[in-house]
């Protein structure tokens, strides 16, 4: 079983999923920072430009968004299909929207930078088990539903409750994989909530102007609810009197299942202190990872990948090598797959495990790897181990990393994780004294670094110092500034 905790604040919501006294998970919303994906506005088509087969819309944000003709959804033809003609020709953009035109659109995807969010105008509101797309009448089912029988046996069901467009019915479903074990009346119970939520949009959409959000997706509260509590949700504790009783009244309209779960946690230590969460908040963020057997994970995000090293460490407990190598491999598996979800990595994996001699053994961490990864709610494709002896994976990326969204680079060495030495910085200087005195005639060379680079240049680089100084025939003198960095430094002509 496992235990969701709460912790909530008027400027951040944390969540942790907590099973057999270890956090699985963490989730992280800030009010100010809250993602805009999901939203759905009403939008005015700004201006379109056939050239990039986009257009800019107005939604009302500090900079337009953008729509590009494969996310524009045009008389019953469905998101990412090109719209053609009879001749089978793509119709292009300008030939479908127009400047000044209103028009429903959802954010798919964030602001980020110089660049605005991303639109489309295929809706879709998600639900607790299923997703529904208004402008659509097709029935999908999510990939990791079990067996093509129990995906068509559900396709069955789903069109007796969706019903005939003629009789009220009509609207595009997705089935979600939590949907797997639903109930008839959980599945209607959805249908109806999904589209009581459409037509209250579609209300609004009429009579509001452009730049106008006419709906919201769920604060990480209520997703909890929706996204996270399953049947093996033991409990769900939030420290909030306020969000307790929104949730309460959230839940018994929609998740009555849920809201059973619910409890106002009133102990008088924080809610996170219950299982040392900020502890392994902190741990989550460095880049090793101790086992308990004393071996050690090394986990290193850069912007292509991922990868992740394991390590014997000190661990030499096993009755020969081989063994200890298995014993770390196996430990590890588990460890990389709690760490995955825990540090929410996305997009290409590379995990390297301790080479192992042994066909049997590397099976065997191989289907223990990929058994800990079947528990992540996130998909996740996993080859077997390569040449090199390495395991690839990728794990799809749903928002932020934990490290990208609390941390930034660090200002000093700009996220190279490595800084210049303070003999490098002196003959860094020493090399540009010797540029600006071939081009410049100054009475004397002033050098303002950090101290400890003065300090170098005053002791173990004297010599060479005062050898420049007298080829250059100009004194040479050295100012300490406290505030500078070890490569930061300037040199001031007087």
Known sequence: MEDILINWSPQETRVAVVENGAVQELHIERTLERGLVGNIYSGKVARVLPGMQSAFIDIGLERAAFLHVADLHVNGTSHGRAHHNEAGVATPIE?????????????????????????????????????????????????????????????????????????????????????????????????????????????????????????????????????????????????????????????????????????HYRGERPIFDLNNIDAELDKALARRVDLKSGGYLIVDQTEAMTTIDVNTGGFVGARNFDDTIFKTNLEAAGAIARQLRLRNLGGIIIVDFIDMTREEHKSAVLSEFKKQLSRDRTKVTVGGFTQLGLVEMTRKRTRESLARMLCEPCPTCEGRGQVKTARSVCYDIMREILREARQFSPKEFRVVAAANVVEMLLDEESQHLAGLSDFIGKPISLSAEPTNQTEHYDIVLL
């Open 95 to 263: 030939r479908l929207v127009f400047e000044g035109q209103a028009l429903t659109v959802q954010v798919i995807k964030d602001p980020i930078g110089t660049k605005g969010a991303r639109l489309s105008s295929q809706i879709s509101i998600a639900g607790r088990m299923l997703v529904f797309l208004p402008q659509d009448d097709h029935i999908g089912i999510s990939q990791k539903i079990g067996s093509p029988e129990t995906r068509e046996q559900l396709r069955t069901r789903m069109q007796a409750l969706v019903g005939k467009p003629e009789e009220g019915g009509g609207g595009g479903f997705i089935l979600r994989t939590n949907a797997e074990d639903a109930s008839d009346e959980e599945l209607a119970a959805d249908i109806a909530y999904l589209r009581k939520t459409w037509a209250t949009i579609r209300e609004r959409s009429f009579r509001s102007p452009p730049g106008t959000l006419l709906h919201q997706d769920l604060s990480l509260v209520e997703r909890v609810l929706r996204d996270l509590t399953t049947e093996r949700t033991g409990s769900i504790r939030i420290d909030s009197r306020m969000q307790f009783e929104v949730l309460q009244a959230f839940g018994e309209h929609f998740m009555p299942a849920a809201t059973a779960k619910l409890e």
